[in-house]
T-cell receptor, first 114, second 113 residues
Framework: GAGVSQTPSNKVTEKGKYVELRCDPI?????LYWYRQSLGQGPEFLIY????????DSGLPNDRFFAVRPEGSVSTLKIQRTERGDSAVYLC????????????FGEGSRLTVL | AQSVTQLGSHVSVSEGALVLLRCNYS??????LFWYVQYPNQGLQLLLK??????LVKGINGFEAEFKKSETSFHLTKPSAHMSDAAEYFC???????????FGTGTRLQVTL
């Protein structure tokens, strides 16, 4: 399909390991967002890209979290030295442009840190 | 601080009954308001949005919401619930200067026979 694709759908890792989560947005969408959703909570904003640049990374919880979008399409969320508290569903969304609020979400990557 | 509050983390209605999911906002400037739905094992999907053009907004699947400035509310309604409406519903807002959506904590809708 032509929707937002996220891989892996599930990732189990051990505390202290490094993790990468990938997002393939809808073709032509210039805006890309990462959110994190913990059980029983709404999605929590992490970072927003407009094109290749991170326009707003105010939601990244600490310097263990980093995201890139080198060619303005696919994005990778990178988590170093994972902690049990990082366990959550990581959601990616894309939008044709900024300031619309109309986001198209992927199904998410469920991260479990043991 | 700007925020949205969803009253009731769980709502249960009978099939055919009225659905009412509550959302109140707190903002010094009129926000853009949204309802998103998350069906089991699916990504979030936009139901409807308010951007000041009309206070009554119609969305997909028979849902609608009314913006009431005097009550700072944007409640989601559907006249007759269907089993397929069982999902989690999120209210969200976007201020004019921001590019990110901020979500409420969600309301899980259960529809019973």
């Amino acid at each position: 399909g032509a929707g937002v694709s996220q891989t892996p759908s599930n990732k189990v890792t051990e505390k202290g390991k490094y993790v990468e989560l990938r997002c393939d947005p809808i073709s032509g969408h210039t805006a890309l967002y990462w959110y994190r959703q913990s059980l029983g909570q709404g999605p929590e904003f992490l970072i927003y890209f407009q094109g290749t640049g991170a326009a707003d990374d105010s939601g990244l919880p600490n310097d263990r979290f980093f995201a890139v979008r080198p060619e303005g399409s696919v994005s990778t969320l990178k988590i170093q030295r994972t902690e049990r508290g990082d366990s959550a569903v990581y959601l990616c969304a894309s939008s044709p442009g900024p300031h619309t609020g109309e986001l198209f979400f992927g199904e998410g990557s469920r991260l479990t840190v043991l | 601080a700007q925020s949205v509050t969803q009253l009731g983390s769980h709502v249960s209605v009978s099939e055919g009954a009225l659905v009412l999911l509550r959302c109140n906002y707190s903002s010094s400037v009129p926000p853009y308001l949204f309802w998103y739905v998350q069906y089991p094992n699916q990504g979030l999907q936009l139901l409807l949005k308010y951007t000041s053009a009309a206070t009554l907004v119609k969305g997909i699947n028979g849902f609608e919401a009314e913006f009431k400035k005097s009550e700072t509310s944007f409640h989601l309604t559907k006249p007759s619930a269907h089993m397929s409406d069982a999902a989690e519903y999120f209210c969200a807002f976007l201020t004019g200067t921001a590019s990110k959506l901020t979500f409420g904590t969600g309301t899980r809708l259960q529809v019973t026979l």
